[in-house]
């Protein structure tokens, strides 16, 4: 039997404080200690560099002759302007940088694709300082920003020599916070199961870190129409208000953000930027933001609409959400206005999440229009408009229905893509299971039948061959979880997130856009050097690992009432909290052979709702028996703070 070390974690939950206790976990949080960062190593010299060393510690180094260079290691994704010294130049003295997020395009003669896909992979080029130089403090041109990259190169590129020092990125990044790494939530757990026992720690950081990255300035955005290769400008405006977020689909972004830094402004601006840009004769909502402002998807319509809804339920902003109420309602009725004779959602607006296919009577499409309906209910509810939530409801019931009647395949147990095909996507079947269109059975199939698209480094998307999407596998990851799978739950985050956190090809720090079967970085026009390395869309681990493993939900606004959850995953302990505007919540469960103890900390004028993982000989709650014997897993419990206790 172990023995549980209590007076530890009480220290480690109890801390009565609006921001996440501090404990080992902090050694993952992979957020800067500095706004202001200098390079970790030296990755690679080429050609006559003296003193390469000397840039790691601010110290300078020569660079003599065309055509040799440097590249420096930030040790992790990082984003903004470059500062260095120039300390002895002549007057034919240049230089250029080029700049990348993957070691494999560390390169003298082009950075990173960050403008156009172009299969030649060099679009962007690099940044020129051409001569004459000026002794003295240089800062790279606002412009010129690059939002993000592992890796600086720098090149002389003339016949002389320059000397440079105090190599510095001011990051861009979060403008609104001085400290990155003042997280409200945190998450901890030790994974017996991988090689690295910090996985699922690191895993939640790399998230976390990743959204981070994500939110940025007003003036930071790309300028479209593209600049002229080579080149690059990111100094566009991207919305109506800033900070932003960017890249982040709203259906894994926003829970990130939620448990790791509840730093949900830069969500508001992005939804108020889209509910601004409504279509006002037909109610449709842009796929993106300016300066893209693409327009022409249906499901990133309904995406922006659960993203109304999750940003509610974190922050009970109410005098927001009345404010785009009428726009809200507005954009149900465009969703509404596109069901046919058969119940169905007919989609038309076909731009997606780069999937093939999915138009007509497409079941990812009336899988996210029926969790749009049952979020719209409920936010009408908490309006207290009831006669428009009841409608809304009895669509949603409606919907179902039809949903089953048209897409589930008995005989695959899996849902499939529309009506006239046998493919059976990856993205419909995980949404079906989570948004509540399933029963227990076909959960249980669809989580099963999932497993056949996996290979070594996780599943193979049929709507998109030869592709691994982190974005959709973060919603199959919810579904294993929810269907009561966390086995395989366990096994694909090793498989993907393991790769992609891991793998020498990506940044190791924040998290890949996608990649192709075999873990190579794929890409859009086969230009894998445009892969992006920081995507908000991949961090469905983050609020997985809150969620279903630490177990710990809100289950209304501002979590008045929420629910703890814990699945044991194959772990002895695992722990993490969050805020709310109500306060903080905490959950710590540890198994032993004898006993399994849940602690919580939840606001006092809350409720929760508790479901044991495991039946036991007694349970006792605050050391009060509840139950003899394996009556119920659920117990309702007030808010406070409260020990459970179930003998094995
Ligand atoms: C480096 O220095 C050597 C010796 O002076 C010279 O031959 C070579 O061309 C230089 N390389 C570059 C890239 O300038
Ligand atoms: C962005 O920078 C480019 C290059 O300096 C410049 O031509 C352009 O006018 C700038 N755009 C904005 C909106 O500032
Ligand atoms: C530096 O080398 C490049 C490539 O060989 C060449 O195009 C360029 O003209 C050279 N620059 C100078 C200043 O000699
Ligand atoms: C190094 O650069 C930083 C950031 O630009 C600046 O604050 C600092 O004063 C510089 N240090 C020296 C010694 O120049
Ligand atoms: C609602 O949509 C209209 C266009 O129909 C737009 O002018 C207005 O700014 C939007 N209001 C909000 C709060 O987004
Ligand atoms: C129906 O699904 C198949 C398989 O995904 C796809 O090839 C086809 O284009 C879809 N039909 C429509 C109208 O999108
Ligand atoms: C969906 O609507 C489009 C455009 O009106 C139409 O061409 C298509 O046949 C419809 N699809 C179905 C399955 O009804
Ligand atoms: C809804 O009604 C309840 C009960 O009357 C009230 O407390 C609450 O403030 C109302 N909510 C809104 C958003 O008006
Ligand atoms: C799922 O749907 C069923 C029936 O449609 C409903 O009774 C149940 O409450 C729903 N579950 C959740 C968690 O919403
Ligand atoms: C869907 O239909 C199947 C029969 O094909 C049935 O067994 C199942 O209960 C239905 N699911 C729902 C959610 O109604
Ligand atoms: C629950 O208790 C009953 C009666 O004591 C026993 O038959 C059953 O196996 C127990 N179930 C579990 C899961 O422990
Ligand atoms: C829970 O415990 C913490 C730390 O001891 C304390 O600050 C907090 O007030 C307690 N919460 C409640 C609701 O009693």
Known sequence: MKVLNISLWVSALWHGSLCAPSGPWD?????PHSKIVSPHAIYRVEGN???AANLVAGGGATISGNGSWVTVDFDKEVGGLISWTFDA????????????????FVRPYASDDSTYPEYTTTYDGVLNVPAPLSPGKWTQPAYALRGGFRYLTIVSTSDVSVTISNITCAISFMPHVDDLRAYTGYFYAADPNFPDKNFLTKLWYAGAYTVQTNTVALETGRQIPVVASPGWANNATLGVAGPIIVDGDMGIAVPTQFVSTNDLAPTRNALSTMFAAIDPVTGALPESGPPLSQTGSDTYH??????TYNYYLYSGDTAWLQNIWSNYTKAVAFLDSHVDSSGLFNVTGL????????????SEGNALYYKVLTNSASLATYLNETETAAGWARNASALKVKFNETFW????GLYRDNDTTTLHPQDANSLAVIFNLTTPEQAASVSRGLQQNWNDLGPVAPELPDTISPFISGFELQAHFESGNDARAMDLLHREWGYMLYT??????????GFTANGSLGGYNYDAAYTSHSHGWSSGPTSALTFYVAGLTVTSPQGRTWSVAPHLSGLSAAEGGFETPLGWYGAHWQLSDSTFSLRVETPSETTGAVRLPLFGKKVTVDGQTVQSGNATLDLVVAGGNHTVVVDL
Request: aromatic residues 8%; glycine residues 8%.
């Open 302 to 307: 309904c995406w922006t609409l659960i993203g």
């Open 27 to 31: 050694a993952f949080n992979y957020a």
């Open 351 to 362: 731009r997606d999440w780069a999937r093939l296919g999915g138009g007509g009577h497409n």
């Open 89 to 104: 130049v002549s007057s034919t003295s240049a230089v250029s940088l080029s700049f990348t997020e993957s070691p494999s």
């Open 409 to 412: 395949v008995p005989s695959a």
């Open 504 to 513: 020498n090809l990506s940044v190791q720090s924040t998290l890949l856009e």
């Open 49 to 51: 560099v003296t003193h």
